[in-house]
């Protein structure tokens, strides 16, 4: 069974411009979940989304925004970069609620704002 | 909201040797913990899980206690191995009682082990 996938892999913007990740999870799972990963705040939350529904949004401002497809791929989007949007983004997927289940991460979009 | 606290942030051991890593966690709704291990430029990984109704687990090397009343779990490697190496990460999730999937992790323990 493949593992899942995230594109694009890398990613340079600049400042003020918006950019857009995509996941696919795990055939099967249902349910994803996007996670920022900075050395210095770690691993934080941002978004779950099952069946095209956000079910559960961390602390982040709303320049960042998700959705979900039919097929269960997800996107999340950020909006007027900011040079602190700079992180390793993850997604994670899982099976259908209810939970809590294992979850299982794609390697992730490396995103870079000079 | 939850709060994972996880000590130490860095552990050297010798080959061979015994590691444990431990994590306290706020919120005594949380039912769900895994461990994540990173290696350098990886996608995280999960190693074990334990849920709330499980006081240890174990999988060949690797075991996970969890203390529910103390609101701690740990993680404990044994007869470590230099591919044992790499970052891990202590998670808690609160699953069906509320806040789905979402997991909190805690601040990570670099693991280097020396030959």
């Known amino acids: 069974k493949a593992g899942v996938t995230q594109t694009p892999r890398y990613l340079i913007k600049t400042r003020g411009q918006q950019v857009t990740l995509s996941c696919s999870p795990i055939?099967?799972?249902?349910?994803v979940s996007w996670y920022q990963q900075t050395p210095g705040q770690g691993l934080q939350f941002l978004f779950e989304y099952f069946s095209e529904t956000q079910r559960n949004k961390g602390n982040f401002p709303g320049r960042f925004s998700g959705r979900q497809f039919s097929n269960s791929r997800s996107e999340m989007n950020v909006s007027t970069l900011e040079l602190g949007d700079s992180a390793l983004y993850l997604c994670?997927?899982?099976?259908?609620?209810?939970?809590?289940?294992?979850?299982?991460f794609g390697p992730g979009t490396r995103l870079t704002v000079t | 909201g939850e709060n994972v606290e996880q000590h130490p942030s860095t552990l050297s051991v010798q080959e061979g040797d015994s590691a444990v890593i431990k994590c306290t966690y706020s919120?005594?709704?949380?039912?769900?913990f895994p461990w994540y291990k990173q290696e350098l430029g990886k996608r995280p990984q999960l190693i074990i899980d334990i849920r709330s109704n499980v006081g240890e687990k174990k999988d060949q090397r690797i075991a996970v206690t969890l203390n529910k009343t103390a609101k701690h779990f740990s993680l404990h490697i044994t007869e470590t191995q230099p591919e044992d190496s790499a970052v891990y990460f202590c998670a808690a999730s609160q699953g069906v009682t509320g806040g789905g999937n979402k997991l909190t992790f805690g601040t990570g323990t670099q693991l280097k082990v020396e030959l």
């Open positions: 994670a997927s899982s099976l259908a609620p209810p939970g809590p289940h294992e979850q299982y």
């Open positions: 055939s099967g799972h249902r349910s």
């Open positions: 919120d005594s709704a949380s039912n769900y």
